[in-house]
């Protein structure tokens, strides 16, 4: 986990965020065909931020990933089955039929912690995992994803001045895809870089390329390893862009398309595959083969998930308490 | 003449609309209420085209801090309308409601008149976070208004009152009924006063106490139990604060049987708040215990199978209703 | 051997650290619970002194992302005892409590084992913000328990109980009761399961339920009934989720009649639910209506005459058993 | 309301600082003596703030004030003898015997929104007024006053970010007084200044001696000018010191004495009256006669309202709803 990046591990790069593009396009299709359940969010344009933090982490180190996050769930080794199981409704979902999309997809022997719809809850949580560490003195640190709408919430705040005070070894990634549901950065904020609020609270806070993986990886790994030295808490604040609706129902038609079109030029998944490629890393053979593996590893979760028995109605009041 | 039918969703817009034309002082502030958009479920899209952003605005998602500010221009004498995107994130403004606004005219005197709108309640696969009735938090709560409208006609004229009314008012809109229920509505000024209960159908034997979209399982239930010559009678409240008893007991008084139901979290619901009620001031109308039906004390599962068991339904109603019939 | 005797809020500070001294993972967080302060109500002094900054921690007056920091400690398997200055300050941390704690071992399987310590209840002239009772917000709400004590050993067995329980624990604790209060503790590990009521007192005509202060209200309102030959029993609920009915429907039966009674605002409070219980449950144990006294359906007010009339008191316990027995 | 204070302003300050220290002195020693009801809070070392800040503004902009903000009731021109009357739980307080201490001192005739426990709701409650005027066109501001305990909290930043977005007429003054009950500022907060939080919402923000009452109204004057034109919200930082304890019951152990020491050397009300005899504008002599007025006006409020009736307990469900 060093913060250069190896060629074994630009290809790794390449093949998760190849996968979970993949298995994004697969759910909004399956969305679109009415092979789903309730509604669904994709997290196309963000597979830099998710893959790119979640590789730079420790194994023992904690995640609370977000909605548009399914490459970071998959890089941290969640089973792509799961995951469609788990948006479907099924028994072998991550959460039992429980939890809807990508709700809920926590798992400790992973070290991921589930979202929780009300933004951003999993910043203090993920917080708390990391004053835990600290508590006990262990290596370890904690990590979470926000969007820009969320930064504008009290709890946001709350979080970061609360890490700050206490020196937690806690990253948070914030990312600014421009737009909260419906409304743009301009209706959310009087300010052009969310970066900032870090300064707000004494936080190390920095900007970078969303869709740029390598630079994802690098920042995540540098503020990983500044927590892990006991010098504090670090705002990444990645810029990208959500390539399609907030969630399945949502044709975004108030995105303007030019601006679509510009971060399509940058799309992080196929410019990383092209540099890789330019770099002699990657042949095109090789790439097309990779395509075709992770066409294959999602085809055979959805299909491993669609075939998995729904819940049985009898255990609906089973796990409400911990034992 | 045919009566004019409206979905419930478009009795809410019309609603909006009657009182936004009637009064300046009416504005809407929410998430994504605003522009081209017009709200997660389209509710204000037509009174933002008409209205502008001047008086539909796009609200950053900070709910506690725009509760709060609605706080404030309620005191200047605006009468705010609130869409909180969900029911469920009602929850995330909880001190402006239930410390500020709630307290505020009893303290010191001072009106807030401003209505939150809070989609509410599943069986649309929504999961836990989509799909929540939390109205009881806010019907404990003194100082505020609560109505759950069942009806098309009820959306748009307990809307009208919600705005007119001087106090905070928490309007939950079921959003299961929004394009599924069409019924008649008046047009123009057709407000529905608040605190008024109503008999959605007349029957001798056993009163069902309910109201939002428990209703209309409950009017399904008494089609069928009609068919065992069960005949219920369904008094659909409307108002959750102030409770109208009068009518519930009036009915009960007839039947000597009651069941309360709704879709919210049995446990420490609306409907204890109802049935003790009934055992207090109806116990010698009562021919048999009052049962109450509602949400499991499960946060609201999101697989089919586990929702439908989750929730009430017209067959744990002719169930329940049967059983009473049996004392 | 006369027993020891402590005060109630000597019993909390007993309690808390005996769990401490256990348990290297149990740790305080809260506002101004730590250094040489300890809290505002000197709860965690004798802890802070003992156990020091790292075990005893002051938080910036942040309860909703406190609370949010303690559910992510918790699921790394540590148990923060969180003080809430006031129990009214708890509505501050809403969301961290209903929507994340109480949810999270139902949606995917992880324990939160923290619990919250807030200071309730009023009498004391403290006005709307700082005399509240809000159990009844969180008894309404799937995935929390909740607990209440009316006892010095109460206190200490229910918070040992609470900390070592894996799941998120709201223990009101009463201000009225802290210096007011003393009965027999023992020492040393003394937990008191959550979930089972007791029977403060023995009697035949009458069954009052209650818990927190009111339960001490109630041993002197039947003190006086007891001279006009009135044997009143008294359920202690001690837990309000899970609610332990059998123990309140076991006295009912026996005696055929029942008053609930509470600090809280009465409308669709606690009361709500264990009266309509016993209205289910009991139904044909009853030969007078299930009566419910709580605090009026307004902000608990400041003024000395405004608050006593807003409060139960002995008295209106003694009229309302009075007229029971009229039945 | 210029921003340049004439000869006869400077005297106004003076007397409405010394009539704020001598009721609050009275309150205290009240307290002491038993006669008062419940707790209740001082708010000496803030006169400056709650009186400069309440006395910049026009007769019809709005203003919020906290828990030590005494001056601001009276200089906005609510009588002494109501708000004793409130802290004794008078029927002709305040709020009728229904709110406690400072709590609920609102009066919509004197444009004061009354105080609520729940730190910070005034903050967007004042800026809810703010968006009103905006809403109408009409030229007022409003005004609020925040703790540094209370700059930590999520509502805090909401406010500012949802009045830096809709540029609202808006100025919060924060009263950095070192504490949040017994916690310092170092066990809040990882910053030095708390007006750095002003940026992460594009709010205009300025630091000023909160004991100096001519600081405070400059300050003020010029950001309520500012609102005025349109120009957005504004945060003034104003640096103080909490000179009793948090409440009533409260001795402040924790509060080392010698920072107590440096203040008192400064005191806001005291130094005011030097400088002001220093410039020859008032003699030594009519200090003192302004000072015994004050103690006259103190001493006939704290007699009325101790002689009045308490609440009609049949009152006590009146008012919950407005008709
Ligand atoms: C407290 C709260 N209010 C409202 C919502 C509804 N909601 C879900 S996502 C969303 C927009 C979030 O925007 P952002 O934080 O930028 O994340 P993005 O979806 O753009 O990745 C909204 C309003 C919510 N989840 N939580
Ligand atoms: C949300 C909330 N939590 C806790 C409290 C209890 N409390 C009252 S004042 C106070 C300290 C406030 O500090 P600060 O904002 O600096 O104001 P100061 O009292 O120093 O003027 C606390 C913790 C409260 N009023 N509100
Ligand atoms: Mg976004
Ligand atoms: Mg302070």
Redesign the pocket.
Same mark, same amino acid.
């Given at each position: 986990m060093t913060e250069a990046l190896e060629p074994a591990a630009k290809l790794d790069l390449a093949y998760w965020m190849r996968l979970t593009r993949t298995l994004d396009d697969a759910i909004v299709a399956m969305w679109k065909q009415g092979r789903g359940v309730g509604g669904t969010f994709s997290g196309k344009g963000h597979e830099a931020i998710a893959v790119g933090a979640g590789y730079a982490l420790g194994e023992d180190d904690v995640v609370a990933p977000m909605h548009r996050d399914l490459g970071c769930y998959l890089v941290r080794g969640m089973a792509p089955e799961r995951i469609v199981a788990n948006q479907l409704g099924k028994a072998m979902g991550v959460t039992s039929g429980r939890d809807a999309n990508l709700h809920g997809l926590g798992d400790l022997s992973l070290n991921i912690l589930g979202f929780v719809s009300h933004l951003p809850q999993s910043m203090p949580a993920a917080l708390g995992a990391a004053m835990a560490f600290q508590y006990r003195d262990e290596p370890r640190i904690a990590l979470t994803f926000v &969007?820009? &709408?969320s930064s504008n919430t009290g709890l946001f705040h709350e979080t970061l001045n609360l890490a700050a005070v206490q020196k937690a070894p806690f990253v948070v990634v914030v990312?600014?895809?421009?737009?909260?549901y419906s409304t743009p950065l301009g209706q959310q904020m009087a300010i052009e870089d969310i970066v900032v609020r870090a300064d707000a609270h004494g936080v190390h806070g920095e900007i970078i390329d969303g869709n740029d993986v390598a630079a994802v990886y690098r920042a995540v790994a540098a503020a990983a390893a500044r927590a892990r030295r006991g010098e504090g808490p670090s705002l990444i604040e990645a810029k990208t862009m959500?390539m399609l609706g907030h969630a399945i129902h949502d044709g975004a038609e108030y995105v303007p398309r030019e601006l679509l079109a510009e971060w399509e030029a940058r799309d992080p998944v196929v410019s990383w595959e092209t540099k890789l490629v330019g770099e002699g890393l990657i042949s095109e053979e090789m790439l097309s083969r990779l395509h075709a593996e992770c066409r294959e590893e999602v085809e055979m979760a959805i299909e491993q998930a669609e075939k998995a028995p729904l819940p049985d109605p009898d255990t609906v009041g089973a796990g409400v308490y911990a034992p | 003449m045919t009566e004019r039918q409206l979905t419930y969703l478009d009795a809410i817009a019309e609603g909006l609309m009657v009182e936004m034309e009637r009064d300046p002082d009416v504005l809407v502030i929410g998430n994504d209420v605003g522009g081209s958009f017009g709200g997660a479920f389209k509710v204000t899209k037509r009174v933002a085209e008409k209205f502008g952003d001047r008086r539909v605005r796009n609200m950053p998602m900070t709910e506690l801090g725009f509760v709060g500010a609605a706080n404030g221009m309620a005191l200047m004498g605006l009468r705010p309308v609130i869409e909180v995107q969900f029911a469920d994130f009602i929850s995330t403004a909880f001190d402006s409601i239930v410390q500020y606004a709630a307290t505020t005219h009893y303290r010191w005197g001072a009106a807030v008149p401003w209505v939150v709108r809070a989609p509410s309640d599943g069986g649309i696969r929504s999961g836990p976070f989509h799909s929540q009735n939390p109205e009881a938090w806010f019907v404990h709560t003194p100082g505020l208004k609560v109505v759950a409208p069942a009806t098309p006609a009820d959306a748009k004229g307990l809307l009208i009152a919600a705005i007119r009314d001087n106090n905070p008012v928490i309007y939950f809109e079921s959003k299961p009924l929004y394009r599924s229920l069409k019924g008649p509505v008046s047009e123009g000024d057709a407000a529905v006063p608040i605190g008024v209960a109503a008999v959605a159908l007349s029957g001798d034997d056993l009163t069902i106490v309910s109201y939002g979209s428990t209703v209309h399982d409950s009017l399904q239930a008494a089609t069928e139990l009609a068919r065992e010559g069960i005949m219920v009678e369904i008094v659909d409240l409307r108002s959750l604060k102030p409770l109208d008893m009068d009518t519930v007991l009036t009915s009960v008084e007839k039947t000597g049987r009651a069941l309360v139901v709704h879709a919210a979290n049995r446990m420490t619901g609306v409907g204890a708040e109802v049935a003790s009620r009934i055992g207090e001031e109806g116990f010698g109308f009562l021919d048999a215990p009052v049962r109450r039906l509602g949400g499991l004390d499960v946060p609201v599962p999101f697989s089919p199978p586990l929702e439908d068991a989750y929730r009430v339904g017209p067959a744990d109603i002719v169930a329940a209703a049967r059983d009473l019939m049996q004392w």
């Open positions: &969007g820009d &709408g990312e600014n895809n421009q737009y909260a959500r | -």
